[in-house]
């Protein structure tokens, strides 16, 4: 049942427009941040929606029968670290200050769901090993951009602890690396 939902193309058109409009808004919700940041990391800031996008190009695609597994590994590795990553910061914004804005919650379902649909359509990625080492570099190196550069998101209530919030961030890349070496490679499902 689920197989035949996530591969219905009326369904792959819907989560396309949904995909697209996200990237959009997230995209104009880094706007201040972007504003700011220097043209030679402007590739680097908006990290969920260029997850999104990535993720947005392969719903393209695979609508149309076609693969770039490139971004299919772009896609499911970044979809699930920002989407988990999101969440947990918001998490935490609500732990520290006791209250999060309805914004904070909309993006703890968004990012959610993000991370989620990056693995339902894993059985359906025709990534290689070398894809999944490019994608692994473009991660972690965005890391390195985000953490010793100061170019990670603006969270004001966070930016004490953005040197845990590195580190956790490291070894989300990691997991998030291992998880789509797992379920598209190593432990494949043959459909």
Do not use: C
């Not at 035949?4 to 409009?21: P, S, T």
């Not at 996200?22 to 929606?49: E, K, M, N």
């Not at 070398?130 to 972690?140: E, G, M, R």
């Not at 602890?161 to 990691?174: E, V």
Request: aromatic share 18%.
């Amino acid at each position: 049942m689920l197989k035949a939902i996530l591969l219905d193309k009326r369904f792959l058109v819907l989560l396309f427009i949904i995909n697209l409009i996200g990237t959009i808004y997230g995209f104009y919700w880094y706007r201040s941040q972007l504003a700011i940041t220097p043209t030679i990391f402007l590739i680097f800031v908006p990290d969920s929606p260029t997850a999104s996008l990535f993720f947005t190009i392969f719903l393209l695609f695979f609508i149309f029968r076609k693969h770039f597994p490139l971004i299919e590994a772009l896609a499911i590795i970044t979809l699930f670290k920002y989407g988990i990553w999101a969440v947990v910061m918001n998490v935490l914004t609500l732990w520290l200050n006791g209250e999060l804005a309805p914004s904070g919650y909309m993006l703890m379902v968004s990012h959610a769901a993000m991370a989620i649909q990056g693995l339902l359509y894993a059985p359906y990625y025709k990534i290689r090993l070398i894809h999944i080492v490019i994608a692994a570099i473009w991660t972690l190196h965005n890391d390195v951009i985000d953490y010793v550069f100061g170019m990670m998101p603006i969270y004001s209530t966070l930016t004490a602890y953005m040197d845990k919030i590195g580190y956790f961030t490291f070894w989300l890349s990691i997991v998030s690396i291992w998880i789509a070496y797992k379920l598209t490679i190593k432990d494949k499902p043959s459909l």
